[in-house]
């Protein structure tokens, strides 16, 4: 009720107050009540069951045709000016708002349903002294709850105290950046203490005061107070709802914002309703229709008046005037009498088929087995039905990359040892061969302890280890010691591991199978079996990685008393401090890491150092000192891991990949053949984006420049973006070029457009969230826009979910295009709801972004299939069907005009009133609706080869306002032949018999058949794709027309209801005269030839890219697609796992308490799920994309 409730206070504009600070007592809900906190529930949905009726009438009204029908319905109660009945008009009426208000009702209960099961959740509340489980929907700001391993966190909850040493929780944050890697969030120690104990914490009083709701997933500021005394709360003390708790027995959080107020909801953006631009075109088109409509009605009107004074005085003998009734107020009816009469210029029978067009379209790409992802029986989903035809002009795709152009799966696939390359593997002649699922895998067997998910296939490194070539052993030992992974092991031989990144956990996985298995640790040891014995190692030091470092060391004991500094990095880092001896080495090994950079690898360089034990006692007393420091810490410790990391040896370097999905390279090359830019925006780091982007060929190293913008002040992030500018375009000026326009019903909406700006050669551009955020401000936003657009890549890392919005928003304000935003996780959606078309991708971060979206798929390369074939199909279809129903209908209506005057402008109609009824039902409905359901111009695997046919859609070529008035001419010019061809022709014609024929209902008669002949054969002309449906309907609905019309102009009819079929004998009277069939054919012949003559002259002076491959699809036969094999890539830039790594647990695990272990504790699996993505260690396999439907047969066996 209380959406009811702010719905009805808004409309009586009662408006919340603005939150400056919110303030809350734990434990205490009466107090909190008093500051009309929101509760917990949520609500996504449109409308409720008050506000169903009014809003959607509301928006469906909003279609000026759908008022005009009310309108007319109006006009037609008026028995002075009606030649129609009120129900004509009322029941089609009826029928389309009861239709679309049904499927509105039906895609809003879905979302009903969906915030139901969220409301509905149940978490244990502390209440009165005990826990209760309430549902998440009851949950009041201020609560005490406890939440469990693998439950969602309810609301934004400060972490009072946890199962884990040191009051820590380990939380999944997907749902809100993408990141499946788990964050560590830590309680202050005041809170800890109090544990699990329930009587301690129901008797806890404490009071944050704290910043209000607001977006900002990565702050938080406030303090809590207990006891009268102030603790500072930043953001590594909050739980965030979205998040889910892994590997924690148990916590408990305060309750600090619910439902609406939390940040996901803050970020997740509004529900809008979205509408084609083929939608938005109609309401003008229809406005000009109604100008063009009351423009003929006046002019019949005056014609009537004009008539009544000069003509109709002679027939007033035999047809007086009603009572005061004179030429004036005749002209005034007749007026009202031609709208009703002229209203098939708009007929409501167009929405309806719109609408089964739209519906018919969807259920195609439902059904479409090659969008099926037979893995996990998904299928693709149309989940809203009236954004079709704009899949067909999208020129901007914006999309998220972990779990969307990726599968969050870390595998370790290459690495380098002592200058020898291993990974690869190689035939009798020496060319590399191609490693595929069939690929015969390295048996580790032999190693209990190996995890029976990796995956690998060169047999030599084995060999290598097993040997015992001392730098391969070293490699692996230093990968099993030189890290912050934490173990599990429930039981034995059955490792789990809690790695900070995937990139770690691959890298100890790896050492695991090679027979270096990392399985426990100590704040002062690490065990690992070393090819199958026990070895303790003690550790000495950890220093750990951060941004600036790009590196980590550790420093250890050998059990023989030897010490050892392992150190792994980004190999411009470790490059620097490496001893001379190792130049030649290095060499080698960069040529490896280039090779692996062009795979699209992520790499890791190895070195290690001995060290002298008086060295290692001195530097440890200096280190102590160091890190105890009230004062410059950081910098006395930096020089520090200075001092020691240098002159070290090379042992070699690592190559690990994340996966991308299957055929993404292929379908960004597609889409960038369509004239698609793409852009990147993510919330992982900078240089993992980076790195999927050189791997999906996003970025290339033919590119001339890729500018990378990070700057922290506004003032940089303008310079950078303007120096960026200025190298791709040094002519440009300072100012955009932004033109000025007014769009829209009425013309009231004020639009800027910034031009493109003309760019030689390809760029790509990299922006940071935190520059992002500067340059979406007012006075930046179009030098952001105008850099970024001349860009053929654009990636933004670090991006908020209300900033992937904004980037969306700006794109579509500036650029008038179309957009459409992809992702898998609740970090998109505001992405989603914000693009023309949102695509949700059914992935490994949950429901939400499908949820929210227009269409969804299980991977990211069946996009091309939705835009280049169904998308285009669809605009195609939609466009011609607007062509020729407005062609119809026009001429059908203009034949009226010419009538009017030879009827004395009395309103008359020029055929009869049967065919005006059945003329759009019947006669031609179906026809059009076969076309613009099965027409192709080009088959499937045409559109694939040629790209290039979807960019007329981006223009709008196929149907505008300058096509809409070719239309209309055309069918100003058809019906003056259709009217004054049969005019002439019947004209003082007689029978062979004699008799006269020259009648209204025999001109009517014929008139009707030539017209619909006419429409039929441009039908026909306008098909390019025949089927059985399309054939039974043309020659049916002709078929239909004949024995309709002689059923009801005979006898037998008139005899039975003489009022209502009067046209008695006409049909077999004038239809079997041959001067009747001549006419048909002239009419014709005149109305066609003219068009198939400007088709060929066009087609042969100016062909279009559809003409080219619609004839070459004619001469050749489509060969089949060849197999793609990967490319490797000759690259000077290599993947560094290292810079994209963040913050480090060093100081963490090495802490004295980290081990304390709590009473009836039992630890879980470090995994978060044991088929779950860091588990899964599959190679990647290259092929093309999967277009053939025995290709997704054989991948379901």
């Not at 440009?732 to 769009?743: D, F, G, L, W």
């Not at 199909?873 to 062509?883: A, D, E, N, P, T």
């Not at 076309?931 to 192709?936: H, K, N, R």
């Amino acid at each position: 009720m209380g959406s009811v409730q702010s719905y009805f206070n808004n409309l009586r504009g009662k408006e919340k107050k603005q939150e400056e600070e919110r303030h809350v007592r734990a434990n205490d809900r009466a107090f909190n009540l008093s500051y009309n906190y929101a509760n917990n529930a949520i609500r996504t949905s449109k409308y409720n069951i008050f506000t169903f009726l009014p809003l959607n009438l509301f928006e469906q009204f909003r279609r000026l045709a759908n008022a005009y029908f009310l309108f007319l319905l109006l006009l037609q109660l008026i028995p002075q000016i009606s030649s129609l009945s009120w129900f004509t008009t009322a029941v089609p009426l009826v029928m389309v708002l009861a239709m679309t208000a049904v499927k509105d009702a039906n895609d809003d209960i879905n979302r009903h349903k969906s915030d139901r099961q969220v409301n509905n959740r149940m978490v244990s509340v502390l209440i009165d002294g005990e826990l209760k489980n309430e549902k998440w929907m009851n949950v009041q700001v201020g609560d005490i709850i406890k939440l469990e391993s693998n439950q969602f966190v309810t609301a934004d909850l400060l972490l009072l105290s946890s199962s884990e040493p040191l009051n820590l929780v380990y939380v999944e944050t997907a749902e809100l950046d993408g990141e499946t890697n788990l964050k560590v969030k830590q309680a202050l120690t005041l809170t800890g203490e109090m544990e699990d104990s329930i009587e301690t914490l129901s008797n806890f009083k404490g009071e944050v005061r704290c910043e209000p709701p607001n977006n900002r997933l990565d702050k938080f500021k406030g303090t809590l107070t207990v006891n009268g005394q102030n603790y500072g709360l930043d953001n590594d003390k909050i739980l965030l709802r979205g998040c889910t708790l892994r590997n924690t027995e148990w916590c408990f959080g305060l309750v600090i914002f619910g439902g609406p107020d939390t940040k996901l909801m803050q970020n997740s953006g509004k529900t809008k309703f979205k509408r084609t631009n083929i939608d938005h075109l109609m309401n003008v088109l229809v406005l000009w229709i109604f100008g063009f409509l009351f423009t003929m009605c006046f002019i019949l009107a005056i014609g009537n008046a004009i008539w009544e004074v000069k003509e109709g005085s002679v027939f007033t003998v035999f047809l007086p005037r009603d009572q005061g009734v004179n030429a004036a107020l005749s002209s005034f009816l007749s007026f009202w009498s031609y709208v009703i009469v002229l209203n098939a210029v708009v007929p409501i029978s167009l929405y309806v088929s719109v609408e089964i067009i739209r519906l018919g379209n969807s259920y195609f790409i439902n059904w479409d087995r090659k969008m099926y992802y037979p893995k996990n029986d998904t299928p693709a989903q149309a989940r809203t039905t009236t954004l079709n035809e704009e899949l067909g002009q999208i020129k901007y795709i914006f999309s998220d990359k972990t779990g969307t152009l990726t599968q969050n799966i870390m595998t370790f696939n290459k690495c380098s040892i002592n200058g020898k390359n291993y990974g690869d593997l190689y035939d009798f002649s020496g060319h590399r061969v191609e490693i595929t699922e069939k690929t015969q895998k390295v048996d580790f067997s032999w190693n209990k302890l190996a995890d029976p998910k990796f995956a690998f296939h060169d047999y030599s490194l084995l060999e290598t280890v097993r040997e015992g070539n001392p730098e391969a052993q070293a490699f692996f030992r230093l990968l099993a010691l030189c890290h912050t992974v934490m173990p599990e092991e429930k039981k034995e031989g059955e490792l789990n591991y809690q790695a900070q990144s995937p990139d770690e956990g691959a890298l100890v996985t790896a050492a695991r199978n090679f027979g270096f298995v990392f399985r426990s640790r100590t704040p002062e040891t690490i065990t690992i079996m070393e090819m199958g014995e026990k070895v303790t190692y003690e550790l000495l030091a950890v220093l750990d990685f951060n941004n600036v470092r790009k590196r980590m060391s550790v420093i250890v004991r050998h059990p023989n008393g030897k010490m050892t500094l392992y150190c792994k990095g980004a190999d411009t880092i470790i490059y620097e401090r490496l001893d001379r001896s190792c130049k030649k080495l290095m060499k080698v090994t960069t040529d490896h890491l280039n090779e692996y950079a062009g795979d699209g690898l992520r790499t890791l360089v190895l070195a290690h150092k001995h060290l002298e034990e008086n060295y290692m006692e001195e530097w440890t007393q200096r280190h102590h000192e160091a890190s105890t420091a009230l004062e410059g810490r950081e910098e006395r410790l930096d020089q520090l891991y200075e001092e020691i990391e240098k002159d070290l040896i090379l042992l070699g370097a690592t190559a690990v990949e994340d996966k991308l999905q299957d055929g993404v390279p292929q379908t960004i090359e597609q889409l960038a053949n369509a004239d698609i830019k793409l852009w990147v925006l993510t919330g992982d780091k900078q240089e993992t984006a980076e790195n999927i982007g050189y791997s999906c060929n996003m970025l290339r190293e033919d590119m001339k420049e890729v500018f990378i913008v990070a700057a922290h002040t506004a003032e940089e992030v303008k310079q950078e973006l303007q120096y960026a500018r200025r190298m791709m375009c040094p002519e440009s000026a300072e100012q955009p070029s932004v033109k000025k326009c007014r769009a829209g019903l009425f013309w009231l909406q004020k639009m800027e457009t910034v031009q493109d700006e003309k760019v030689e050669g390809d760029y790509g551009l990299i922006i940071n969230g935190h520059s992002l955020a500067y340059a979406l401000e007012k006075d930046l936003e179009l030098e952001l826009l105008r850099t970024a657009c001349m860009c053929q890549t654009v990636i933004c890392c670090r991006v908020t979910p209300l900033q992937k919005a904004q980037v969306v928003e700006l794109v579509k304000k500036y650029k008038q295009a179309i957009t459409l935003a992809i992702g898998d996780g609740a970090n998109d959606v505001s992405m989603i709801k914000a693009a023309h078309i949102g695509v949700g991708i059914s992935g490994q971060e949950g429901m939400q972004a499908v949820l929210s979206s227009d269409f969804s798929f299980a991977q990211f390369r069946y996009l091309q299939r939705l835009l280049l074939v169904h998308g285009r199909w669809s605009y195609i279809r939609m466009c011609k069907f607007l062509q020729y129903f407005f062609y119809k209908n026009f001429t059908f209506t203009f034949m009226h005009f010419w009538y009017a005057f030879f009827c004395g402008f009395s309103a008359q109609t020029v055929y009869d009133e049967w065919f005006i009824t059945l003329y759009n039902l019947v006669y031609t409905s179906l026809p059009i609706l076969s076309l613009s359901l099965f027409d192709q111009d080009v088959n499937d695997r045409w559109s694939f080869q040629y790209p290039q046919l979807y960019c007329p859609g981006q223009l709008n070529m196929y149907f505008s306002k300058k096509a809409f008035v070719w239309c209309m001419l055309h069918s100003c010019y058809s019906s003056l032949v259709l009217f004054f061809i049969p005019w002439g022709a019947i004209q003082d014609t007689v029978r062979d018999d004699g008799r006269d024929i020259a009648d209204y209902q025999s001109f009517a008669s014929l008139a009707q058949t030539c017209l619909l002949v006419v429409v039929s054969a441009q039908l026909c002309l306008d098909t390019y794709y025949w089927t059985t449906v399309n054939h039974f309907f043309v020659w049916g609905s002709l078929a239909a027309y004949f024995a309709i019309t002689f059923t009801m102009y005979s006898n037998g009819m008139f005899l039975i209801f003489t009022s209502i079929f009067p046209f008695i004998g006409t049909a077999r009277n004038s239809l079997n005269q041959p001067n009747a069939w001549l006419t048909m054919f002239l009419t014709s012949l005149l109305c066609v030839l003219p068009v198939v003559a400007l088709r060929f002259i066009l087609m042969q002076i100016r062909p279009t890219i559809n003409d080219r491959v619609r004839y070459k699809m004619q001469k050749d036969t489509l060969p089949a697609p060849p197999p793609r094999r990967p490319v490797r890539r000759v690259s000077t830039r290599r993947s560094g796992y290292a810079f994209s790594h963040s913050q480090g647990y060093g100081a963490l695990v090495t802490s004295e308490r980290f081990l304390f272990k709590r009473p009836i504790k039992s630890r879980l699996a470090f995994s978060v799920q044991p088929d779950g993505p860091l588990a899964r260690n599959l190679p990647q396999v290259f092929r093309p994309i999967a277009e053939e439907l025995h290709e997704s047969q054989s991948s379901k066996s």
